[in-house]
């Protein structure tokens, strides 16, 4: 069974940096095409970053030239590196598949909130 654990989220102020993370088990993510989706107080859960199993990666207009996604095969893992963060980035993040229709279930999330 999958199971997805996001970590490294916290407070950070306008224009900083952040990099979180998504240790998966059950499944080797470098099968699958993975990203990154946020939820924002009030919204719907929003994809904004992916990551096919050949490296192509796309962004959501509102991060594209900020965010980064990347995964590391030996250690399993997915990272999202946030650059340039703003209040509007302010989020729970989640990592899954990118494919809709074959969610795995959900982790717990990491908080990510930018606010001077």
């Known amino acids: 069974q999958v199971r997805l654990v996001e970590s490294g989220g916290g407070l950070v102020q306008p224009g900083g940096s952040l990099r979180i993370s998504c240790a998966a088990s059950?499944?080797?993510?470098?099968?699958?095409?993975m990203g990154w989706y946020r939820q924002a107080p009030g919204k719907q859960r929003e994809l904004v970053a992916s990551i096919t199993t050949g490296g192509n990666t796309d962004y959501a207009d509102a991060v594209k030239g900020r965010f980064t996604i990347s995964r590391d095969g030996a250690k399993n893992t997915l990272y999202l590196q946030m650059n340039s963060l703003n209040p509007e980035d302010t989020a729970v993040y989640y990592c899954?598949?990118?494919?809709?229709?074959?969610?795995?279930?959900w982790g717990q999330g990491t908080q990510v909130t930018v606010s001077s």
């Open positions: 059950g499944k080797t993510i470098r099968f699958y095409g």
């Open positions: 899954n598949r990118a494919r809709s229709g074959d969610i795995w279930p």
